[in-house]
């Protein structure tokens, strides 16, 4: 039965594009914020001094809070209405960017990254089912397409616009910028995207799985980073006792947050989840290790180091289409199990910078990493949908999506930990700096093993 707001986007072209473009608005406007703001991190640092554990808090919580937090808002969602859940989730990473300006503190900014990082899963709950609701005919595959296209842009120019901000204006103005285009957004979805989209069944959720997921998250996270303190430990030991009670939970209850037994069954399906956690493992803290590289032992401005880290994100942006046109020709293995090995080979050079590197050899490292990521994603990404029916597409999107998250979080804590290891409660200063290397170092050896890792994952799965 068709919906009267179905009835009215199908006969109104217009007002379809419009509700896509506010949609494309809120990826980039919140990919920019997240990859902009580590490049302020730094001049944040000179403001209100903090230990270099402090410091890896602002990408952490913000990554923390979203993987906790996105399931749990895309079934409220389900229930009140995507459009509100949405609204309010501009309002939310709004007013979180405007009072993280205000503070007079570290702990304030790490509080507001926590703030954005909700009204960013309120937003990543809801956008993509929009999208799929308003385009509910034959254009629904290039409208995702491009809101997905806009996130990498975002994610692309989050680097240099963040450092050129800081640069120029202060580190404030990355938190500044957003708010113009989220007023935008919000006065278009108030005044012209029409009617809402919601169930009528009960909400059901897994909230057990819930309590245990976050539970094991934020212990493990909260433990790593004040090692070697012996208190921590025992901390990180109840983040492992929930994480294992949080999988057998999954495994037996009817209706799970992760249906974990559908995923085990699946065998293709199964690698390229494992080869996606691996994967944003290794490339989450890249963009963050390598601003405070460049910043305090190469000594270059915020703007230089996004000019320097875009190469990345820019090379990844432009192969990911590309090389998911390729996987409709030849094989998704070969694919992503050859941009597995080139990531590695990247992350394998980055294992060996020093304060008297070359850029040229450091932009060389990070271009392998982003065309072996960009040739690794989407092809990785179509063997995954294409290893389950068709009534699962949208249960499977979000299995990857979380694993995505997954890895992040994996990600960070390694890098937590090993800042917390070799630098401690130091700040990030001339006397630091050789531990601080070695910590960068370390964590891109393990950033290198783990892309080894998907390359042999995805090497071994049948397309």
Known sequence: MVTPTQQYYATHPAAKWLALICICLGNMLTAITNSGAVLAVPSIAEEFPASAVQLSWIPTIFVMTNVILILPFGRLADRIGLKRIY?????????????????????????MRGCQAVGTAMMQACGMAIVGSVFADQQRGTAVGIAASCLYFGLSVGPLLGGELTDAF???SVFYFPMVFAGLVCGVIVLRLRGEW??????????????????????????????????????????????????????????????????????????AVMAQMAMY??????????????????AVGAGEAGRILIFQALLMAVTAPL???????????????????????????????????????????????????????????KAALAAVPSDRLASATAVMNSARNLGNIAGMAIVLSLIALMVGGEAIAPPSYARFLIAVQCAFAVSCASALWAAWIGSRRVD
């Open 87 to 111: 609204l309010a989730g501009i309002v939310t990473f709004s007013v979180a960017s405007f009072v993280a300006t205000l503070g007079d503190s570290m702990a304030w900014v790490i509080a």
């Open 170 to 172: 202060g580190w404030r």
């Open 198 to 271: 919601r169930s009528d069944e009960p909400l059901t959720f897994d909230w057990l799985g819930l309590l245990l997921f976050a539970t094991t998250i934020v212990c493990i996270m909260i433990g790593v980073s004040s090692l070697p303190a012996g208190g921590r430990v025992g901390l990180i030991a109840v983040g492992v006792v929930t994480g294992i009670a949080f999988v057998r939970s999954q495994w037996v209850r009817p209706n799970p947050m992760l249906r974990i037994r559908a995923i085990v069954d699946n065998r293709v399906f199964r690698q």
């Open 281 to 298: 493992c290794a490339i989450y803290a890249v963009i963050y290790l390598m601003s405070l590289y460049l910043q305090y032992i190469k």
């Open 323 to 381: 090389a998911g046109r390729a996987a409709d020709r030849f094989s998704a293995r070969i694919l992503s199990t050859a941009g597995s090995l080139l990531a590695a080979l990247g992350y394998f050079g980055l294992c060996w910078i020093g304060d008297d590197t070359a850029f040229g050899f450091i932009m060389l490292c990070l271009s392998l990493i982003g065309v072996g990521m960009g040739l690794f994603s989407t092809p990785n990404y």
